[in-house]
């Protein structure tokens, strides 16, 4: 089994910086995807980065150019460096990975039912 557990999540000012992390334990070998997602009060969850196994990348348009996302295989954590944080960006955001053992390298994705492993989040307020 894997377990994922976010940490960082803060409350800051317009304009600040974050770095989320997500310690990812259990069997974890072979390839994988992992992604960040958010979600707002009494709204839907939504993509906000991906990462693959060959260092891939890809974001949602609404955080392009303010986000970072990375994954350190040593220490089998996943990142999401923030900065220029808006009032919209206020959500709760979670970590989510799958992993493969298929020989076959799976691309990023920002769609939930790619995952397979979910953490339970953790809360960003930026306020204006």
């Known amino acids: 089994q894997v377990r994922l557990v976010e940490s960082g999540g803060d409350s800051v000012q317009s304009g600040g910086s974050l770095r989320l992390s997500c310690v990812a334990s259990g069997y974890t070998s072979g390839s994988y995807r992992a992604a960040w997602f958010r979600q707002a009060p009494g709204r839907e969850l939504v993509g906000v980065a991906a990462i693959d196994s060959r260092g891939g990348t890809t974001y949602s348009f609404s955080v392009e150019g303010r986000v970072t996302i990375s994954y350190d295989e040593d220490k089998n954590t996943m990142y999401l460096q923030m900065k220029d944080l808006k009032p919209e960006d206020t959500a709760k955001y979670s970590c989510?990975?799958?992993?493969?053992?298929?020989?076959?390298?799976?691309?990023?994705?920002?769609?939930?039912?790619?995952?397979?492993?979910w953490g339970q989040g953790t809360q960003v307020s930026v306020s204006s």
């Open positions: 989510a990975a799958s992993y493969y053992f298929d020989g076959y390298s799976y691309t990023r994705s920002l769609r939930t039912s790619d995952y397979s492993y």
